[in-house]
C-alpha cells in the first residue's frame, strides 16, 4: 500500500510544482526520471551515501580521510549541554535531510533552547514521506556536529551531476547567507545559460568563482561515489586549494523543477533506458 500511496503522492506533487503530470512508466525527462528513482530504486548503498555520517566513513574509506570534515559529534540525540564544548564555529545538522543545518557562528553563545527545538524537529520526523523519497525514509535519524569551514560565508558548493558515471555539469553556489548566487558549468567548465532551480536566475557578475584547483579531483571522486547508478550528483567544497566532500544527493529538488523542455529531455537521455529497480 505505501508503494501504490508513493505513486499517488508523486502524480500529485508533480503535477502541482511542475504543471504537468509525470509519465512514471516510459520517463524520457530529467524531472520524470527523478520519481522513477523515487519510487523504484532500491539499492542499499543509496542509503549509506545519502546518511550523512555513513557517507563520511564511506568517502574515509575509499578515498582519504582528508577528503572529509571532522566530526566532532554523532547521535541520535545532543549530548547534555555541559558536555557540548565544541570549538566555535560549528555546524549541527540531521544525518538524514539537506535542509537540515544550523550554524552556530559566535559571538554570541550558542541558543541551546532554540537548537534543542530544532534537533527535536529533526529527530522526530520521517523525512521523505512528503515527497515520496525513500532513501531518507530508511535512514535512522542523527544529529552530526562539525567545525563549520569557510571563513564568513559557507564556502562555495560544486554540485556535480554523474550521469551513468560521467559527471557532465556542476552547479555552483556560493554566499549562502547573503542571497544565494548560482552558475552551472559544462565539464570543460564552460558556462552554461541555465541553473538548477526554476525560483532564481543564473549569476552574471564579475565575483563568479573561478574553477577550483582541485576540479579534476572532484570529478574523478564524484564518479568514483557515483559509480553503478543511473544518475546521482556529488557535492564538494575546496578548502585552501583541496576537495572536501559534501554529500550524496539522488533526488536533486526531488524532482520538482520545471526546467526548460529541451535541458529536461536532454538530461533525461542521458540515464540509462532501463533503471534499476532494486539493489
Known amino acids: 500500500m505505501r508503494i501504490l500511496a508513493d505513486y499517488f503522492r508523486v502524480m500529485r506533487q508533480y503535477r502541482r510544482r ?23 530504486w532500491r539499492i542499499p548503498r543509496m542509503v549509506v551515501l545519502a546518511d ?29 549541554r555541559d558536555a557540548r564544548n565544541w570549538p566555535m564555529p560549528f555546524v549541527i545538522k540531521a544525518n538524514n535531510w539537506s535542509g537540515g543545518n544550523y550554524f552556530v557562528t559566535g559571538p554570541q553563545p550558542p541558543d541551546w533552547d532554540d537548537i534543542e527545538r ?17 532513501v531518507y525514509r530508511e535512514i535512522p535519524p542523527q544529529v552530526l556536529v562539525e ?22 555539469f556542476v552547479s555552483v553556489n556560493w554566499e549562502r547567507f547573503a542571497g544565494l548566487k548560482r552558475a552551472v558549468y559544462d565539464r570543460d567548465w564552460q558556462r552554461l545559460p541555465f ?33 553503478g547508478f ?16 559534501g554529500e550524496v544527493t ?7 523543477i520545471r526546467l526548460p523542455e529541451e535541458l529536461d529531455l536532454k538530461y533525461g537521455a542521458m540515464w540509462p533506458d532501463e533503471l534499476p529497480a532494486n539493489g
Request: glycine share 8%; proline share 11%; no cysteine.
Open 52 to 80: 550523512k555520517v555513513l557517507a563520511k566513513q564511506v568517502v574515509a574509506e575509499e578515498l582519504g580521510r582528508e577528503w572529509t570534515t571532522p566530526t566532532l559529534y554523532a547521535g541520535r540525540s545532543l549530548p547534555p
Open 18 to 40: 511542475v504543471g504537468r503530470y509525470p509519465n512514471l512508466f516510459r520517463p524520457t525527462r530529467f524531472t520524470e526520471k527523478v520519481q522513477v528513482a523515487k519510487l523504484r
Open 230 to 245: 543511473p544518475f546521482a550528483r556529488v557535492d564538494f567544497y575546496e578548502i585552501d586549494g583541496l576537495p572536501r566532500f
Open 195 to 227: 541553473i538548477m532551480s526554476d525560483d532564481a536566475e543564473p549569476y552574471y557578475g564579475n565575483d563568479i568563482p573561478p574553477m577550483p584547483r582541485s576540479y579534476p579531483e572532484m570529478i574523478r571522486a564524484a564518479e568514483h561515489l557515483a559509480a
Open 147 to 168: 567545525p563549520y569551514i569557510g571563513a564568513g560565508e559557507p564556502p562555495v558548493d560544486y554540485r556535480l551531476h554523474v550521469f551513468d558515471g560521467r559527471a557532465d
Open 250 to 256: 539522488f533526488y536533486p529538488n526531488s524532482g520538482f
Open 118 to 134: 530544532s534537533v527535536d524537529y529533526w529527530m522526530g520526523r520521517t523525512f521523505g514521506r512528503s515527497f515520496g523519497e525513500w
